[in-house]
């Protein structure tokens, strides 16, 4: 059981290009905006679309697959788990940045 305590599963749309860092340490991580869509009927009746952005985060090979294979609009799946992060502003502000970081990455679809 302790496998399913933090599992995220998305199914979306990428929201713009990937941003692909090259860090000191040889290590390469990938950054995407990934948009999921909820249809349902409102109260009336009609057709309603919820759109919600994650912020994804990739390391390692999946961070490959993405610099290779993914671009803007391209449908993927992402399998992976939360990450909140705090930093502190220039102002003195604390800010709670909450991503997916990604640890499999599934290619869907075409690009749109």
Do not use: C
């Not at 950054?31 to 994650?54: C, F, I, M, P, V």
């Not at 961070?63 to 909140?84: A, N, Q, R």
């Amino acid at each position: 059981m302790s496998t399913i305590k933090n599992h995220v599963q998305l199914i979306g749309n990428v929201g713009q290009e990937p941003t692909i860092t090259n860090l000191e340490s040889g290590k390469k991580v990938a950054r995407l905006s990934l948009a999921t869509n909820e249809n349902y009927k409102n109260g009336d009746g009609k057709k309603q679309t919820d759109t919600n952005w994650h912020t994804v985060v990739a390391w390692g090979k999946t961070t490959d697959i993405i610099e290779k294979f993914v671009s803007k609009g391209k449908e993927i799946g992402i399998v992976g788990k939360l990450k909140t992060r705090t930093y502190t502003t220039d102002d003195g502000n604390q800010r709670y940045v909450t991503e997916v970081v990604a640890n499999e990455i599934l290619l869907m679809g075409n690009n749109k």
